[in-house]
């Protein structure tokens, strides 16, 4: 019984193939540094193939930091509802980092990913340089 428990196990590892690993970036400025994971999508994917970069980031009603990308990312589904800690595209090259909860108006938001830890290091007023590298 165990042989063929273990036989089914293995032939279904092998028709889901390798899991994939979720992609982690490291977002860092004079404020702090954090992690994100990214979902995955043809935006993030094209996101990753930019990295590393520098971001000039405002802050925009006091709920995010805002700044625009060196080129525009693909467009996919979009979701009017964020949380804290939600990275998002307001258009195709306007990146998002939101360190509070909240609903955004139509069209909506493109999500990239989620920070992992404490992202209140972004709650602050002012600009701020972010340099956004993938974690290896």
Do not use: C
């Given at each position: 019984?165990f042989?063929?428990?273990?036989?089914a196990?293995f032939i279904?590892?092998?028709l889901?193939?390798?899991?994939?690993a979720?992609e982690?970036?490291?977002?860092?400025?004079?404020?702090?540094?954090?992690t994100?994971?990214l979902?995955d999508n043809?935006?993030?994917?094209?996101?990753g193939?930019m990295l590393?970069?520098?971001?000039e980031m405002?802050d925009h009603l006091?709920?995010?930091?805002?700044?625009?990308?060196?080129?525009?990312l693909?467009?996919?589904e979009?979701?009017?509802?964020?949380?804290?800690g939600t990275l998002g595209?307001w258009n195709?090259n306007?990146?998002v980092?939101?360190?509070?909860?909240g609903?955004?108006p139509?069209p909506g938001?493109?999500?990239?990913?989620?920070?992992t830890e404490?992202?209140?290091?972004?709650d602050?007023p002012?600009?701020?340089?972010?340099?956004?590298?993938?974690i290896?």
């Open positions: 019984m042989k063929l428990l273990l036989k196990f279904t590892l092998g889901i193939g390798p899991a994939m979720q982690r970036i490291l977002i860092s400025s004079e404020w702090g540094k954090v994100a994971e979902v043809i935006a993030t994917r094209s996101l193939r590393p970069l520098t971001i405002r006091r709920q995010e930091k805002t700044g625009n990308l060196p080129s525009p693909p467009a996919v979009r979701q009017l509802d964020f949380s804290t595209l195709s306007h990146f980092i939101y360190y509070s909860d609903r955004v139509e938001i493109i999500l990239l990913g989620r920070v404490d992202i209140s290091i972004f602050q002012g600009p701020v340089t972010v340099r956004v590298e993938r290896k």
